[in-house]
């Protein structure tokens, strides 16, 4: 064979080689990248078959596009693809989305048996958590949560609040009168944020510790155990850390969460301690006030444990202080409003009528809930800023049928509380605020609305959390008219996801604003004052 011939064979032979080499190597390529994408796209649990699926991303899988605002863009998603339920992958996780007023039901109250646990989250379970062990909010379905909700059940019962009432005789017109001291004749526009904080903080402290924090609005421990616990909720929100739903996050270079998690937890252990010591030495002394903590520890048939009391007290500090106070100040941000000010002149009319007699309404308030338009006004307060947009997740634990679709149990869930409570389906004109529609139609009737959650693992602080909002307003709004600052600049946000100061938050903390009081009698109201202190000063 000539050497042309030869030359031309081995080519001809080589680019053959080459030709498959670079077709394996190809085909080795794309089945990486295809084991690689399955692999991003792997969920801890199966596509769920028959429930609808928005498309997501290798790796992130939703939350890119969720972004800092799960629950407005889950309610857009919802409207856009008219699908009331749908799953999502955040991450590896499998999440389903309920979003309108009737899933909501179907899931957390038809289904209530099923949807009675809580899933675990990496940051929260095993960062946070570690030494003081989890809230009941935050526990998985299992003996010690039933036991630990139990004892928190009947300590907030509504026999059990009423007995607190003097309590918040005593925190309303703490923080009533130092606003009056520092609104000067109504000459000084004031934010009334940390009124209420001091105000939903003592409240949880004495129920749970039979102690409270002394002193100012800037009182040192009061602003820490504030600062820490808000923290701490963030720690908790869904949509707050990624390192949840990425596992590749969580490494110790690239997450900085798991140091600051620990710093807050120290901290947070020490004030736990400090109450704790409080109650304790009260008790040695014999001048301890009855508490849910006294009460467990003096108990010699109480069957919780040492981690199960820390739990109690963990939850009592934490569950008061994150939602009662974004409730109280945007309520008296709306009020405040130019929109607010007829909703004033309602209310206070509606509360002269049933008490007529100067000074009665104060004290009356704390026996009966009699005035009907306040009830009103408090759900409508819990609806339209429904303080937990995406509410505390649940997992189930048994199947789940829907539209002819099984949800396996051991699906997690998250309720779009915010679009639920916005839902125009169920609600009429839902974007706006009106105490009214709770007065005599059928949206006040059954689950008026989605701000306490719903169902088996529902707020067991509603009972509270209403009394307190009724009585805060009430006297408030006998007190005094709160009108618009007058630089616009001061004025609150309205809107129930905008005012957040944190929009990735799980509770809603409002941002920055003033209002004015005028006071409507500053005689009646000086004595009204004065008889509340001679009420409450034995406690
Ligand atoms: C206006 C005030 C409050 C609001 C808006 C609120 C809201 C909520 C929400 C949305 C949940 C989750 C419910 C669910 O998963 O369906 C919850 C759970 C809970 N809340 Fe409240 N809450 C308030 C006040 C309180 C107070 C004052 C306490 C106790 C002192 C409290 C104790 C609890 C507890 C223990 C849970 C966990 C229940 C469980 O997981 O079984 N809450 N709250």
Not at 267 to 287: P, S
Not at 487 to 501: H, R
């Amino acid at each position: 064979m000539a050497l042309e011939e030869l030359e031309a064979q081995s080519s001809t032979t080589v680019s053959i080689f080459s030709s498959l080499n670079r077709t394996t190597l190809s085909l080795l390529f794309l089945s990486i990248v295809f084991v690689l994408i399955k692999l991003a796209n792997k969920t801890d649990q199966p596509k769920i078959k028959g429930l609808p699926e928005v498309p997501g991303v290798p790796i992130f899988g939703n939350l890119l596009q969720l972004g800092e605002d799960h629950a407005r863009v889950a309610g857009a998603w919802a409207k856009k693809y008219n699908w009331p339920v749908f799953q999502t992958r955040l991450g590896n996780r499998r999440i389903i989305f309920a979003n309108t007023f009737e899933s909501v039901k179907h899931f957390w109250i038809t289904n209530q048996a099923a949807l009675i646990s809580r899933p675990t989250l990496y940051t929260f379970h095993s960062v946070v958590s570690t030494s003081q062990g989890f809230t009941i909010g935050t526990s998985p379905w299992d003996e010690s949560c039933k036991r630990r909700r139990k004892v928190a059940a009947t300590a907030l019962n509504r026999p059990a609040v009423q007995s607190y009432m003097p309590h918040i005789d005593l925190e309303s017109t703490v923080a009533i009168k130092d606003m009056y001291r520092d609104c000067k004749d109504g000459t000084v526009e004031i934010d009334p944020r940390k009124y209420f904080h001091r105000f939903a903080l003592n409240t949880s402290l004495t129920l749970n510790y039979g102690v409270r924090i002394d002193g100012g609005i800037d009182e040192k421990l009061l602003r820490e155990v504030v600062h820490v616990e808000r923290v701490v909720s963030n720690f908790r929100s869904t949509s707050n850390n990624w390192q949840d739903y990425i596992p590749l996050l969580r490494l110790p270079f690239i997450s900085r969460q798991n140091t600051s998690a620990a710093e807050y937890r120290a901290r947070r252990d020490a004030y736990l301690q400090t109450f704790l010591d409080m109650l304790k030495e009260r008790i040695a002394n014999g001048t301890d006030n009855p508490c849910i903590t006294g009460n467990i520890l003096k108990d010699p048939e109480a069957k919780l444990n040492d981690a199960e009391i820390k739990s109690i007290c963990l939850t009592m500090v934490s569950a008061g202080i994150d939602t009662v106070p974004g409730n109280l100040i945007m309520g008296i941000g709306y009020l405040a409003s130019p929109e607010g000010q007829h909703i004033q002149q309602k209310a206070y009319k509606e509360i002269m009528k049933v008490y007529p007699n100067d000074g009665e309404a104060w004290e009356k308030c704390l026996v009966e809930e009699k005035v009907p338009y306040i009830t009103a006004l408090t759900k409508e307060i819990l609806r339209y800023f429904t303080v937990i947009p995406i509410c505390l997740p649940r997992t189930s634990i048994k199947d789940i049928e829907y539209n002819g679709t099984t949800i396996p149990a051991g699906s997690v869930f998250y309720m779009n509380a915010w679009a639920a409570d916005y839902d125009e389906t169920h609600f009429k004109d839902p974007g706006r605020f009106l105490p009214e529609r709770y007065l005599d139609d059928q949206e006040g009737s059954g689950t008026p609305h989605y701000g306490y959650g719903a169902g088996s693992r529902m707020c067991v602080g509603s009972h509270l959390g209403n009394r307190e909002i009724y009585t805060v307003f009430l006297r408030m709004l006998t007190a005094f008219e709160i009108v618009p600052a007058k630089d616009q600049k001061d004025w609150p946000i309205l809107d129930a996801i905008e005012c957040n100061s944190i929009p990735t938050a799980l509770t809603t903390e409002p941002k920055p604003f003033k209002v004015a009081f005028k006071i409507r009698n500053k005689e009646s109201l000086e004595r009204w004052m004065r008889e509340s202190d001679e009420r409450t000063k034995h406690l």
